[in-house]
């Protein structure tokens, strides 16, 4: 409260109270929204409608919330607890009714009902009729810093015209000298399979004219696999018995070139070519390997259902077992997404279980999911990826492996799979992003600029975790926050995205609190509030009868859906790289001569 004071005194003294709007110090606390009002002494006023507080500012508590502030731990408690005391949380673990409770107010507390649905969008400042209904706009947690403000982080930092460009930024902040290798063991298939999971819901349009929109569906749709129209949907289908095409390739099943299903029209830079790609939902998945291996295992395992369903219902047509075995596909990755996925991310020794019925008799809000930009800008991880990817004994740069899915049928899915369960990822942390990561980081900032987002202290605070006072207490590293303050000037003027990558690493899990706490609540309304999952729709009936109720009851992992489905042996599939043998391919020593060139030809 004392900066805000300050800074409203300081902008009365230099400018006179009114040149501009006096929300932009962010007076208001406890998601307060603030409101220019000229008949105020103070030129705003505070709305602390439905928040638990009061007063001017919305700092003062009513008793409800005085009472649940002094008995719920913070966050920092809670991650210092899932971090310790090993043995009480194996006990928890197995002690199923008790920890469901957990489980139940674990997730309540991560969503935060207050804020469903998400009252702002990227469609405008202030509430509209198409700030609910426009679904081509990401949702905000926040809403943007007033258009007049003085500086990008409303009051605090250099002025605008002083503001260092990205790239400086970037540079600065972000470029790997050395890669730094993640301290928790987290295997490359862990950001390969974020990606692939990621890319049904995370679907920004492109260009300036089309900041802050979004192609997608706002949940879980799978859409990566089967496309996001019904007109893809139909071309990748075979239309017979429920299955999706495929080709033989190695005498192996694999999806179709894009040469036979048309389904995207892709532009790629001189040099590379459209003829050895293959037809996806997601027309950026013959991006990288990862994505085909993955895509891969996905369809084999539709079509696998697909002939379990036609086997039970004979007399189902072709319609009603592809949307059959759709749904079985879509419980079984967020089955395996929550038991797996999700608890690397969060590291700890609480195991966090997928549990459909755990939010039956709340007040869960099902479907009424929407996707927020900052979910959208904290899924940049490009950190943990490497700059050497080493499968099945060779070094590939990593330009040798974006767009080039040749090394997955040379290698084979057993082979890539064991070998990128193998390899150690980056750290997500400043000073660690590669080249093409770096460019990534870049537009990503523009976009934060351009749509004013809130600096990274707000998003604390709208948290409820307590905001930093210096870039020394933010880091915990003295020279990076020598760099940080030199650039940003003030420690409230840091954006969100570079805060999040500057933020000191917590004991457990794999990134820095703020943007754990961030992921937690959007991922979590994503996840339990998905319609299916609701009392009408978690049923047998849903999934074709006793059949279908198996296959999406079965404790699947990944190891079991990969290993159904590749051919040989079963391959080594974890988030976390075995204490033996692991690779560092950086290590001076393991780097070898024999890297293949994206335009070589490979035997297959």
């Known amino acids: 409260m004392l900066r805000s004071l300050t800074a409203l005194l300081l902008i009365s003294s230099q400018t006179g109270a009114y040149n501009y709007s006096q929300c932009c110090s962010f007076p208001c606390y406890n998601k307060g929204v603030c409101m220019e009002d000229l008949s105020s002494p103070k030129g705003y006023t505070c709305d602390c409608h439905s928040t638990g507080y009061y007063g001017e500012q919305c700092d003062t508590p009513t008793w409800c919330t005085w009472l649940a502030n002094i008995i719920n731990p913070s966050a920092e408690t809670l991650d210092y607890l899932r971090g310790n005391f090993q043995p009480i949380w194996s006990l928890i673990n197995n002690a199923k009714r008790f920890h469901d409770w957990i489980e139940r107010r674990v997730v309540f507390r991560g969503i935060d009902q207050a804020l469903v649905p998400l009252q702002w969008s990227t469609v405008s400042d202030y509430k509209t009729t198409d700030t609910s209904d426009d679904a081509s706009y990401y949702a905000r947690l926040l809403p943007p810093v007033p258009k007049d403000c003085p500086t990008h982080a409303g009051v605090w930092g250099p002025k605008k015209e002083d503001l260092p460009s990205v790239e400086v930024i970037v540079r600065d902040l972000f470029k790997r000298e050395k890669f730094i290798p993640d301290p928790h063991k987290t295997s490359l298939l862990l950001p390969l399979y974020g990606q692939h999971f990621s890319h049904q819901f995370l679907k920004s349009m492109k260009g300036e004219e089309t900041e802050g929109r979004t192609t997608s569906k706002h949940h879980i749709d799978l859409s990566q696999i089967y496309g996001d129209s019904k007109n893809k949907e139909l071309m990748l289908r075979t239309r017979k018995d429920g299955k999706m095409k495929m080709q033989i390739i190695n005498a192996e099943e694999w999806p ?349």
């Open 256 to 604: 179709p070139y894009l040469a036979d299903v048309p389904v995207e029209t892709i532009v790629l830079e001189e040099g590379l070519s459209t003829d050895k790609m293959f037809a996806f939902g997601h027309p950026l998945f013959n991006l990288f390997p990862g994505l085909l291996a993955l895509s891969t295992i996905w369809l084999r395992e539709h079509n696998r259902v697909a002939d379990l369903l036609k086997k039970y219902h004979s007399n189902w047509d072709d319609e009603r077992i592809f949307q059959t075995a759709k749904l079985v596909n879509r419980v079984q990755q967020l089955r395996i997404s929550v038991n797996e996925y999700v608890k690397q991310l969060g590291g700890g020794n609480y195991r966090f279980t997928f549990e459909p019925t755990l939010m039956h008799g709340t007040e869960m809000q099902y479907g009424g999911n929407r996707i927020a930009i900052e979910f959208n800008d904290l899924y940049h991880w490009h950190a943990l990826i490497p700059d050497i990817f080493h499968i099945g004994g060779i070094d590939y740069p990593i330009e040798n492996v974006t767009w080039n899915n040749e090394i997955v049928l040379q290698h084979g899915l057993e082979e890539f799979f064991s070998s990128m369960s193998k390899q150690i990822a980056g750290q997500p942390t400043r000073l660690n992003f590669g080249k093409q990561a770096q460019e990534v980081a870049i537009k990503l900032l523009k976009q934060e600029r351009a749509l004013r987002m809130q600096p990274f202290n707000q998003y604390r605070k709208m948290m409820g975790l307590r905001p930093y006072e210096s870039f020394e207490d933010l880091t915990n590293d003295e020279d990076v926050a020598k760099k940080a303050e030199s650039l940003y000037k003030d420690i409230d003027a840091v954006e969100l995205f570079p805060g999040m990558m500057l933020e000191k690493r917590r004991d457990v899990g794999l990134f820095s609190m703020t943007l754990t706490e961030i992921g937690i609540m959007c991922a979590f309304q994503g996840i339990f509030g998905d319609p299916l999952f609701s009392p009408s729709w978690w049923r047998p009936s849903t999934f074709g009868g006793q059949i279908g109720w198996q296959l999406v009851n079965a404790k699947v992992t990944l190891q079991e859906l990969i290993c159904r489905n590749v051919k040989g042996r079963c391959p080594t599939v974890s988030f976390t790289v075995p204490d033996e043998g692991h690779i560092d391919p950086h290590s001076h020593d393991n780097v070898k001569s024999n890297t293949i060139r994206h335009n070589e030809h490979i035997e297959l």
